[in-house]
């Protein structure tokens, strides 16, 4: 890849009460100089944006029974629910992406964090490489469409719940996906 940004990162994000905001920008921070400022996707004019970047972190809330924040969710402003159809014509090929979900396993114990099984799925079917499972360990749940092989498809988030292990687990997931990347 070519320009500035190449071997650099960049999150972008989906949400309603601004803590996907705050998770995305500590992610940011702790990437350091290899990650750019995390990007709100109802800010995403032109999807040309991805190819600047090596590593691509997407993240989101899971709303309700299970959706992806955008306006159907009485969210405020659009949000990840309109970008989707961009995703149709999106190839994403050769692009490795991280991705990141919050979610309420107590109150929402059968749709735990599904919105970022929602994402998932969009970037596997636009031939991108996920990186970053994380594990079930440590919740509890009976359900969710963002577990694969016994592991989330990428970070987990329940600031209702266990907003104490929040630090810790965006700490130890960046510094996976350093290693991972070779970031």
Same mark, same amino acid.
């Given at each position: 890849?070519q &320009?500035?940004?190449?071997?650099?990162s960049?999150?972008?994000?989906?949400?309603d009460?601004?803590?996907t905001r #705050?998770?995305a920008k500590q992610?940011a921070?702790q990437?350091?100089?290899?990650?750019?400022k +995390?990007?709100?996707?109802?800010?995403?004019e032109?999807?040309?944006?991805?190819d600047e970047?090596?590593?691509?972190?997407?993240?989101? +809330?899971?709303l309700g029974?299970?959706q992806l924040?955008?306006?159907?969710?009485e969210? @405020?402003?659009?949000?990840?629910?309109?970008?989707m159809?961009?995703?149709?014509?999106?190839d994403l090929? &050769? #692009? #490795?992406?991280?991705?990141?979900?919050?979610g309420?396993q107590?109150n929402y114990?059968?749709?735990?964090?599904d919105a970022?099984g929602?994402l998932y799925?969009c970037v596997?079917?636009c031939?991108?490489?996920v990186?970053?499972?994380?594990?079930?360990?440590?919740?509890q749940?009976n @359900?969710?469409?963002?577990?694969?092989?016994?592991?989330?498809v990428?970070?987990?988030?329940?600031k209702?719940?266990q907003?104490?292990?929040s630090?810790d687990?965006?700490?130890?997931?960046?510094? @996976?996906? @350093?290693?991972?990347l070779a970031?």
């Amino acid at each position: 890849m070519q &320009g500035a940004n190449h071997g650099k990162s960049r999150n972008f994000f989906g949400t309603d009460t601004g803590s996907t905001r #705050k998770i995305a920008k500590q992610i940011a921070t702790q990437l350091g100089d290899v990650a750019a400022k +995390p990007l709100n996707i109802n800010r995403v004019e032109d999807t040309a944006v991805f190819d600047e970047y090596d590593v691509l972190i997407f993240g989101t +809330p899971t709303l309700g029974d299970g959706q992806l924040p955008g306006l159907s969710a009485e969210c @405020q402003e659009a949000s990840w629910e309109e970008f989707m159809p961009n995703f149709d014509e999106l190839d994403l090929s &050769g #692009k #490795k992406v991280a991705l990141f979900g919050l979610g309420d396993q107590v109150n929402y114990p059968d749709e735990f964090v599904d919105a970022l099984g929602e994402l998932y799925d969009c970037v596997i079917a636009c031939g991108a490489e996920v990186v970053g499972s994380w594990p079930v360990d440590g919740y509890q749940f009976n @359900q969710s469409a963002a577990v694969l092989d016994d592991r989330f498809v990428g970070l987990v988030i329940d600031k209702d719940n266990q907003a104490s292990l929040s630090d810790d687990r965006v700490a130890t997931w960046v510094a @996976q996906l @350093q290693a991972e990347l070779a970031l």
